[in-house]
């Protein structure tokens, strides 16, 4: 029997990887933090650590020469660097997803982690944020253990918790990058109809004279609508891409479709594509997890085009906006 031929992936997503952590050190873990502390009033940041830190806890960390602000947060050092928020929140182990939930009360303090801005509620609320912060991290601390505690432990665990992260905006990353492949690719078929364009909407002008808007949209991605009267629009074409080259995720990556079709069949969109990013797609699965779907195409057949995909989609594309052929 004949061997498969080897074919290593590229490493490029680990080498993206190694860029972002760079970047994510200098803003959120250890090294922004202990950066922080060198520019503060230490006796500031002891005088809180003794105020809202039990002893044994403090003692605890003492014992391997340990700071407590390593792992206690207190009002003194995320008001000096709000985005130490987000380091908190990674020793800790939580998702950006899960701290900033509705039900845990936290979402008033996301603007620190993210933009590094405290808000007046924020600022107000400090104190109590960090109690809660600081119960978790004692119970924390009882979990793994006082005996093994070390500055590398925490880092370690920051990073466990980054990981995911990471890669979540990584598929965000190719994600947008098929939505903008196809609105490429829809700009060049109807680029000889085309009046007024920038990067996020494109204009065309049809056979009967009215114009027709090509967008990015937030859900459905890209919508294209005609103008029958001033400032009235119809609803032509809703298309949903679903970028993930992860063919064991289809199947969610599809119902995502469809809940976004069903919201696009509500106001008027009669024609409903999706367009995912891998090559093998069981199209009978495919519309039973999205019979909102009228048609479902391929990134790469788009990109090909000799391919069938590509035809039947530019000659759809040309008939419903009404634009003459090129």
Request: with cysteine.
């Amino acid at each position: 029997m004949k061997s498969t031929a080897i074919a290593v992936p590229s490493p490029q997503l680990q080498v993206d990887f190694s860029f972002a952590l760079a970047q994510i050190r200098s803003l959120y873990l250890q090294d922004a933090l202990f950066a922080t502390i060198e520019t503060m009033d230490v006796g500031v940041v002891d005088r809180e650590l003794n105020k809202l830190v039990p002893k044994q806890k403090l003692q605890a960390l003492a014992r391997h020469g340990l700071r407590g602000e390593l792992l206690f947060p207190v009002p003194a050092v995320l008001s000096a660097n709000p985005r130490l928020l987000g380091y908190y929140r990674l020793l800790l182990g939580f998702s950006q997803k899960a701290f900033y939930a509705g039900e845990t009360g936290l979402g008033v303090f996301r603007g620190m982690e993210e933009r590094g801005s405290l808000s007046k509620t924020a600022q107000d609320r400090l104190p109590e944020l960090c109690k809660n912060l600081i119960s978790a991290a004692s119970h924390f601390l009882d979990g793994i253990g006082a005996d093994r505690v070390s500055k590398g432990l925490f880092d370690d665990l920051t990073l466990l918790t980054i990981g995911p992260q990471l890669r979540g905006g990584a598929n965000v990353k190719i994600g947008a990058a098929a939505i903008v492949k196809v609105f490429e690719i829809i700009h060049e078929i109807v680029r000889h109809a085309v009046i007024d364009s920038n990067p996020n909407r494109i204009e065309i002008k049809n056979a009967a004279g009215r114009k027709v808007l090509i967008e990015f949209a937030p859900d459905p991605d890209i919508i294209i609508r005609e103008e029958i009267a001033a400032n009235v629009f119809r609803n032509v074409i809703a298309i949903e891409i679903k970028g993930g080259t992860d063919f064991s995720n289809i199947h969610n990556r599809i119902g995502e479709a469809e809940k976004s079709h069903q919201k696009a069949r509500l106001v008027g969109y009669h024609e409903c594509w999706t367009v995912v990013n891998v090559d093998r797609i069981d199209l009978v699965m495919a519309k039973q997890e999205s019979p909102s779907t009228n048609r479902f195409y391929g990134v790469s057949k788009l990109q090909n085009l000799a391919s069938e995909e590509y035809s039947d989609f530019r000659n759809r594309v040309v008939s419903l906006t009404g634009i003459a052929n090129s």
